[in-house]
């Protein structure tokens, strides 16, 4: 048996390490980083591997057989090309995992919302009493799933896991929304949504949002796959909406009560979208209404989508950090209510922010521009909105401490990548977080 040449050595190169030496196979792991992330934990479980880092391989060496890339690995990479020109299988690790997977599985997709819907639906099932995980793009890593004894697997997807993967058996599959996001990799918005609809490939029934045109657009006929839509509207067969307003409003699939809005705390916004597509997946999966209304009701959200860091003297203080690009920015304006500060800015993705500026529109708001795309907010919002400039997140901060007034918003909703100043988003929700306390 030949040899597997990873490409790739983050936290998928590692999973793979760990699937090949639990397999006994051979494998070889090749990064163009000098210093990549996961190069230890490869060691640690295959210590006899060959790692080329610093892209300074060249060719592909004789013993390998396929190339296995990575999410993040380029498809158009000199070893990707050489790859295919030789016949070469070039494959990902969900090939691999649906290959030996036994579990019922459930796939979520979408330009935002795929964590918080995907770890949602998991405490939905784990309430149900199914032996439940979840990963992919989420927290584990696909091919460490595998090491479990799960029923059923929910496994987050992104553009790049699909667009590199062959499609997959999905028992249900969910595109929550279609939005431009990576273009600085898929180049075109087109693109982009393709990758995204091969999530449907194989699936047996598609959820999809009523109201959104372009992940519509993307849905396979109902004769080739069964379809279960959600959103606001009222209720029937193949919709799951809402009946009432209010306090009142409920949620129910034909004639089916499922819980009230008020009784979860994603109750507006996008919040409320991502808790009706948790809700039809369930549905489709075959939870009953007590077990998911018990989860929603318990679920507090995920750190750094949304989070109240805290409220002092009138003023709230929110952490959507994962907030990455214009449109999650823009829904997030969206779900607040006014005065707003808005904290944007970081590294760009190629993106414009003309989203953002619609939601900013009419609205008592000021924004406070910091990174690399401060200036480029800034001639996107102005003169509509009235924008400030500061060299770090907590000037920022302090900056809109100074601003805010009794009954005032400050969000941090940066539009924006998080790389020119911190390692991920994470560490910049966290520093975020830091800083309000620190002037409280």
Same mark, same amino acid.
């Given at each position: ?12 190169? *590692? ?116 032996? @439940? ?59 982009? *949504? ?52 209010? =306090? ?28 009706? *597509?948790?809700? @039809? ?15 929603? *009701? ?13 409220? =002092? ?128």
């Amino acid at each position: 048996m030949g040899e597997t040449l990873v490409f790739g050595m983050g936290a998928t190169g *590692a999973s793979c390490a760990r699937y090949f030496a639990r397999t006994g196979r051979s494998a070889a792991f090749f990064d163009t980083r000098p210093r990549p992330p996961a190069k230890e934990e490869i060691r640690r479980a295959m210590p006899r591997a060959r790692c080329f880092a610093d892209g300074s391989l060249r060719e592909i060496p004789g013993s390998v057989n396929r190339l296995l890339l990575s999410p993040g690995a380029p498809l158009k990479h000199p070893l990707v090309q050489r790859a295919r020109e030789q016949g070469m299988p070039v494959i990902s690790d969900l090939d691999l995992f649906a290959g030996e997977n036994h579990a019922r599985l459930a796939g979520i997709t979408g330009s935002n919302g795929k964590s918080t819907v995907a770890t949602l639906l998991l405490c939905m099932l784990r309430e149900s009493g199914l032996d @439940a995980s979840a990963g992919a793009n989420l927290g584990t890593p696909a091919l460490d799933l595998l090491t479990d004894n799960s029923e059923i697997r929910v496994l987050e997807l992104s553009s790049f896991q699909l667009e590199r993967a062959a499609p997959m058996r999905l028992e249900a599959a969910v595109i929550l929304n279609a939005t431009p996001d990576h273009l600085d990799s898929h180049s075109t918005f087109e693109s982009y *949504a393709a990758s995204k609809a091969r999530i449907w490939l194989r699936c047996a029934h598609c959820v999809l949002p009523a109201n959104d045109s372009a992940v519509q657009a993307l849905a396979p006929s109902r004769k080739a796959c069964p379809r279960l839509e959600y959103g606001a509207g009222r209720p029937s067969g193949n919709r799951l909406g809402i009946v009432g307003s209010g =306090w009142q409003a409920e949620i129910r699939h034909a004639g089916t009560r499922l819980m009230r809005v008020a009784d979860s705390s994603m109750r507006r916004g996008f919040q409320l979208s991502n808790l009706l *597509a948790a809700l @039809a997946m369930g549905r489709v999966l075959g939870l009953s209404p007590a077990a998911m209304r018990r989860a929603a *009701a318990a679920f507090e959200g995920l750190p750094h989508r949304m989070q109240l860091v805290g409220q =002092w003297l009138g003023v709230q203080w929110i952490n959507d950090s994962k907030a990455t690009n214009a449109a999650a920015a823009a829904a997030a304006v969206s779900s607040v209510s006014d005065p707003l500060i808005l904290i944007a800015g970081g590294a760009g993705k190629g993106l414009g922010y003309g989203v953002l500026r619609e939601a900013l529109q009419g609205r008592d708001a000021a924004v406070i521009a910091i990174g690399e795309e401060a200036t480029r907010i800034a001639a996107a919002l102005e003169p509509g909105c009235s924008v400030s400039h500061c060299l770090t997140l907590d000037d920022a901060v302090a900056a809109a401490r100074d601003l805010a007034r009794p009954g005032a918003t400050v969000l941090l909703a940066p539009a924006c990548a998080s790389f020119d100043m911190f390692n991920n988003y994470q560490e910049r929700g966290l520093s975020f977080e830091r800083a309000v306390r620190a002037i409280h």
